[in-house]
């Protein structure tokens, strides 16, 4: 197995505009343009394993949310660095530039923030790093916004006009989620993305897995949910016939769901959702989800040994009961992306053969797979850290793609060899053909979604870097939406039976662009 990992990493190459942060040039101060802001997502390098499309899927939520809390007497543009159409913009050079911080690209978030303020603007720096670390973010910025930025943003933008910005701006997430109002996608560039339509209904997980994101020290996020009609108003506004819910967990409350696909039903849109796998227990639910347009769910697995669920406190049904729970997504023509995490300390070396062994045996349409890694304020870290198993402390690498820390059963130089080969053993022309679906009529735009998200990162290059993401895809898209329409009188022609043991072959599957 190693052997063949070592072989992946010689072969595999990632074009340097994806690797590397695109050029600034030098800082040259002069005045601002008054009430104008600029939102920034950074740079961050790519992983060659994995799909580049995955990049381009949709916008940033965060940054549109942000823009829509934008009062109208200011002027607001975006720009993504990962749309490889160079460094943001300094002409007009913006009053205020707001930039949101990841773990893995703060090392780039900084540069670009001491880059604008050299030039003469104000920065102001936010997201889940900044609230993990303030101190270190407060070094490098005007302000910092700890926690929810819709509520803070038009405080901030008040408090620059008036001349009177603080450091530190502080809010929690109590404040009822449809008080919020709607993201603003004009902003974006709609040639650059598969769809426009990132959308949130709900706002945290009933889990609070020990190595998540949203476990972190002094995050505390409630469950919260939309208004039902706010969420269709949003879709039908930005006129896409594809929808991804950016939910942590769209499915945390089961009767919000069944809501919601009723309301979506009329559309005829089609969508997918990260959801965890006790969605399942309703089948009438799946079949709900199914006949709303669901064409393939985001899962996180983590692992198919039990003890790693149980160390990291995740509620989930037992790793044995998967299979059965995957059927009844595949039952309703759901496609299933199985999420799975690597190293915990559960894991021995015979992690890697042993959960793509269960996916190809489960015949996952994709999978990816992540280096466990301990985000700083999280109890993951702090278990590692106090077991002196952190390796070291360079943000740029905990990007679930390098190993971290010392796992238990392995060594580090194991566990990423073993993340290699699963890669290459998923995106293998033997395995995509072993997990085809059984029914002949659905294998074509099985391969297609196959070789086209998996094997095809020059094409994804190309796109991204020409701009053509949306009028290459939007067709594939628009041909998934109307078969998928066709398939919905076979959907409800199952019926609404609740026994998972009825469960029967699963009906032929349509091309889900965003599984």
Not at 42 to 62: E, I, M
Not at 126 to 132: A, E, P, Q
Not at 164 to 186: G, K, N, V
Not at 419 to 436: N, Q, T, V
Request: net charge positive; hydrophobic share 40%.
């Amino acid at each position: 197995m190693h052997n063949c990992a070592k072989r992946l990493r010689r072969k595999l190459s990632v074009p340097k505009d994806m690797e590397v942060a695109p050029n600034l040039c030098p800082a040259q101060p002069r005045r601002p343009r008054v009430r104008s802001a600029l939102l920034v997502n950074p740079f961050y390098p790519k992983d060659p394993r994995a799909s580049f499309g995955k990049h381009v899927l949709t916008p940033t939520l965060a940054l549109t949310s942000i823009a829509g809390a934008t009062p109208p007497h200011w002027d607001v543009r975006y720009w993504d660095e990962n749309l490889l159409q160079g460094p943001p913009p300094t002409d007009p050079l913006p009053q205020v530039v707001g930039i949101t911080v990841h773990l893995t690209f703060a090392r780039r978030a900084y540069a670009l923030a001491a880059w604008y303020r050299a030039q003469g603007s104000r920065v102001i720096l936010g997201g889940l790093h900044v609230l993990s670390c303030p101190e270190e973010a407060l070094s490098h910025a005007d302000a910092i916004a700890i926690g929810d930025g819709v509520q803070l943003w038009p405080k901030i933008l008040a408090d620059v006009e008036s001349g009177s910005l603080q450091p530190r701006y502080e809010a929690d997430f109590s404040r009822p989620y449809q008080m919020d109002p709607p993201a603003r996608r004009t902003i974006l560039p709609r040639a650059s993305f598969l769809t426009t339509s990132s959308v949130i209904a709900t706002r945290g997980c009933h889990n609070r897995c020990g190595f998540c994101y949203l476990s972190t020290e002094g995050l505390h996020m409630p469950y919260r949910m939309r208004k039902v009609q706010q969420v269709v108003d949003e879709i039908v506004a930005d006129q896409q016939p594809y929808v991804v819910f950016v939910d942590n967990n769209l499915g945390s409350r089961p009767d919000y769901l069944r809501a919601l696909c009723a309301a979506l039903r009329p559309l005829k849109i089609i969508w997918s959702a990260a959801i965890t796998i006790d969605v399942t227990n309703d089948p009438t639910l799946v079949r709900e989800m199914a006949l709303a347009g669901c064409t393939g769910v985001f899962v996180g697995f983590e692992s198919v040994n039990g003890g790693n669920l149980i160390d990291s406190r995740k509620k989930t049904p037992a790793p044995e009961d998967y299979a059965r729970r995957v059927a009844v997504l595949h039952r309703y023509s759901i496609q299933v992306n199985g999420s799975f995490v690597l190293g915990f300390d559960h894991d021995q070396p015979d992690v890697f053969e042993r959960t793509v062994d269960w996916i190809e045996t489960n015949r996952l349409e994709c999978a990816t797979f992540h280096i466990l890694t301990p985000y700083p304020g999280t109890p993951l870290f702090r278990q590692l850290d106090a077991e002196k198993r952190i390796l070291h402390r360079d943000w740029d690498r905990y990007d679930t793609a390098h190993v971290v820390f010392q796992p238990k059963h392995m060594s580090p130089e194991e566990l990423d060899h073993g993340y290699a080969w699963c890669y290459e053993r998923l995106f293998s022309h033997r395995s995509i053909w072993k997990r085809r679906p059984a029914d002949p009529r659905a294998v074509l735009a099985y391969l297609g979604m196959s070789y086209l998200y998996k094997r095809s990162n020059g094409f994804w290059h190309l796109l991204i870097k020409q701009q053509l993401t949306s009028s290459v895809w939007r067709p594939l898209i628009e041909h998934s939406r109307r078969r998928h329409l066709k398939l919905r009188p076979h959907l409800e022609a199952l019926g609404a039976n609740k026994s998972t043991a009825a469960i029967g072959p699963r009906l032929s599957q349509y091309l889900s662009p965003g599984v």
